[in-house]
């Protein structure tokens, strides 16, 4: 019973946290960001090869369109290619909830002129397909607009990433271990601590 109440006031109250904090969602961005890419041609080696970025508000758009923005975070995206058996990689209209664009290239106070970066992909970024988003964020710290370097289906200007040999299955590998182990530690503590309340009860 009491775990039952356990359970019930947990999830009322992540779906609480959920309506404070996941409420925006990818669909009502305002897509007023120009982002492009440029790589060498073929296929880039992570932790070796770099992809020159550049964003900026488009210029056709009204002035005043970026009134709100106060930073902006590009970010590197997987594109659909690699999704065929891999649903989690599919944009989840919950931002918070996302794991299309995980990893951070970088962060900065908006400015309104062209901004360019040359980042060398990093070692644990796997083999895949991929494409650059930028996000711009207000000054609640919530995203207000995007812009991408594909079109919106996802298929242009992607570029592909090889991971350095073996190192994406390692590191998979490794997180599963160290789930694991996470559970039997945990099942570990709870077994010392029965066992210790019933050696107290004893007494
Ligand atoms: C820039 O804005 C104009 C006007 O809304 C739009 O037609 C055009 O597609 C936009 N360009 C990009 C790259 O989003
Ligand atoms: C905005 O970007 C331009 C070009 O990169 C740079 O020269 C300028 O110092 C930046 N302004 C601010 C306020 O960061």
Known sequence: MATRGILLASLVLSCLIQACYGAVLFSSLKKT???????????????????????????????????????????????????????????????????????????????????????IIERDVPTATYFVRAYAFNADGHEVAYGQSTNDQKTTNLFEVQAISGRHVSLDIASVCFSAFSVVSLAFFFFIEKRKGKTTQQK
């Open 33 to 119: 960001l120009q982002v492009t890419t440029s790589t060498k041609q073929g296929v880039l080696q992570s932790g070796e090869d770099k992809v020159t970025v550049t964003w900026g508000l488009n210029q056709s758009l009204p002035a005043g369109t970026d009134s709100d923005y106060k930073t902006i975070e590009v970010t590197l995206c997987y594109a659909p290619i690699s999704q065929k058996d891999r649903a989690w990689r599919k944009t989840e209209d919950h931002l918070n909830k996302d794991k299309t664009c995980q990893f951070k290239m970088v962060e900065r106070p908006y400015n309104k002129s062209l901004q360019a970066l040359d980042w």
